[in-house]
């Protein structure tokens, strides 16, 4: 497929065909919407204003689908965990109910499209569960069971079995969600977008967008005009919003694995520490998806234990035959519990944004596709103000905002004096890596399988952060901001645009070779 996460392929990724739309030709071409991002947001969000009637270019720096979309669980549900009884108390009812409405009409847009244009992505009603195993969680189940309630769900409080092999205490139920195959879906909403003055663009790494009339952007191939443009990239890579300070970057890690018997029939996610994911992947079937041991980005020394804690789980709560597939995703969590769509800012009327889904994209990218449509189109969404891309920080995400932005100051000063401190880069065995202190400047070092060493600026080239290796997904992750880089510096993730720097260096073991 050619994407940058196959260190460990997803299942999506390993089931599904490849695509081969072009790269963006550099012509000048104008549009009247320009989506930068090939993932399930950018894709859903230009589906849905060709449909309005409008010219669209997807701009993806790979292929689509084959970031963060790919390395999902793919659940399509408007049960997250514990949100509506927090959501009620920051928000009121009100607010719950609108983010509610929002999360379940996305739901049926889903159904829809797939019906419409015939995708077969194995989409299946199923319902959602979020459980406890304490007597102690079953306050919170319930309180959740009533807010959701009140938000206007179908939610039912169940005690005993709910399909899992292990006893619950209490378990929130919301029947008619759904869960899908993620990149069969999106390659479907791609193949619709692309044609009649529409285009997809793969391969085509989008660095700049200067705001105008008509926005002009900036690709590595050439330049593109639109009269309006989305940026669906995770986090915007244009800072101009900040919203690199109102959200924190998040990994998780998921396994598909086949059983002896049938898969769980629900899907189903723990409120209990650590959390922990459960869906089959098709009904029926025996094959399953867990997920859990998230974290913040860059935040752990060791990201491939997570790995071997969460197949020792596996194993521990079921009958399991295979490990087949194992696989980590990132997404961004905003400091209020709701996303931020609409302008980048309040000065920029055509340039507009999607992020901060709390591992709930789904059906937030739905959300955000019939909001930024409403939007470009003239029209009033009755789900923007929530969603507002610049409202007020409520009180209660005032201390996560804080807590979160000295964590970044923490990372940004602590990481400097841990790399004064490393040991000399002669100590790298094959396979390990570390950032050291060199001639003053700050080095991040790998040393592959067969010894040779790659060497790259360890300072992030979005906003400074020293890097840090991902063990996992053989990676430097930046703990600030989430930016991602292969081990020879390439982008992965932004908000980074520009790669690391090569770095050149004398390598003493090779020199004894």
């Known amino acids: 497929m050619g994407t940058l ?6 299942y999506w990724v390993a089931t599904s065909p490849e695509t081969a739309f072009p790269r963006y030709g550099g012509a000048g071409e104008t549009v009247d919407v320009a989506v930068v991002g090939g993932g399930i947001t950018g894709l859903a969000i230009a589906h849905s204003l060709k449909r309005a009637g409008l010219r669209v270019a997807v701009l993806e720096a790979n292929r689509v689908a084959s970031g963060v979309t790919g390395y999902t669980t793919a659940k399509v549900s408007s049960l997250h965990g514990l949100t509506y009884a927090r959501l009620a108390k920051s928000l009121g009812e009100d607010g719950a109910a609108v983010y509610a409405g929002a999360n379940q009409q996305a739901i049926e847009l889903v159904a829809g499209w797939v019906g419409e244009l015939a995708i077969e ?30 938000a206007g769900l179908a939610a039912e409080l169940v005690e005993g079995d709910i399909g899992l092999p292990w006893p619950v205490a209490a378990a929130v139920r919301l029947d008619d969600q759904a869960q899908f195959h993620p990149r069969r879906y999106c390659i479907g909403l ?55 300070a109102k959200t924190h970057p998040e990994r998780s890690y998921a ?15 723990s409120s209990d520490s650590p959390t922990r994911s459960v869906r089959p992947i098709r009904a029926g079937g025996d094959e399953v998806i867990l997920g859990g041991e ?64 709390k591992k709930w994209g789904m059906t937030h990218a739905h959300v955000a596709a019939m909001i930024l449509t409403d939007e470009i189109v003239g029209l009033h969404s009755p789900f923007a103000s929530l969603y507002d891309a610049h409202r007020g920080t409520p009180v209660s995400g005032a201390k996560p905002l804080v807590k979160e932005n000295l964590n970044v100051a923490k990372r940004f000063l602590g990481d400097r004096v841990s790399a004064m ?93």
């Open 255 to 269: 396994l598909s694995a086949r059983l002896e018997g049938p898969a769980p029939a629900g899907m189903y996610l």
């Open 5 to 10: 996460e196959e260190t460990n392929p997803s």
């Open 294 to 357: 998230g974290h913040k980005t860059g935040q752990d020394d060791d990201t491939e234990q997570r790995y071997r804690v969460l197949e020792e789980w596996a194993r521990e709560r079921f009958d399991v035959r295979s490990i087949d597939h194992r696989w980590s995703a990132q997404d961004y969590m905003p400091v209020d519990e709701v996303p931020y769509i609409g302008k980048l800012t309040r000065t920029s009327p055509n340039v507009h944004v999607a992020t901060g889904f």
């Open 121 to 150: 992505c194995d989409f299946e009603r199923l319902p959602a569960f979020t459980y406890t195993e304490s007597v102690e969680g079953s306050s919170d189940i319930e309180a959740e069971v009533a807010a959701a309630q009140a």
């Open 190 to 244: 791609a193949q619709a977008i692309d044609g009649d003055g529409s285009f997809v663009f793969e391969q085509t790494r989008v660095t700049d967008v200067d705001q105008g009339d008509p926005c002009v952007v900036t690709t590595e191939h050439g330049e593109l005009r639109a009269d309006h443009v989305v940026l669906a990239t995770q986090l915007p890579f244009l800072d101009r919003g900040g919203f690199f």
């Open 421 to 513: 401190r490393a040991r000399s880069i002669d100590h790298l065995s094959a396979g390990q890596a570390g950032v050291f202190t060199l001639g003053g400047k700050r080095v991040a070092a790998y040393r592959d399988d067969e010894g040779a060493l790659q060497c790259v600026s360890a300072t992030c080239t979005h906003l400074g952060c020293l890097v840090a290796w991902n063990t996992a997904e053989r990676t430097w992750d930046c703990p600030c901001h989430g930016s991602r880089f292969g081990c020879d510096g390439r982008v992965i993730n932004g908000p980074a645009v520009d790669d690391l720097e090569p770095v050149v260096i004398d390598d003493p073991i090779a020199e004894e070779d």
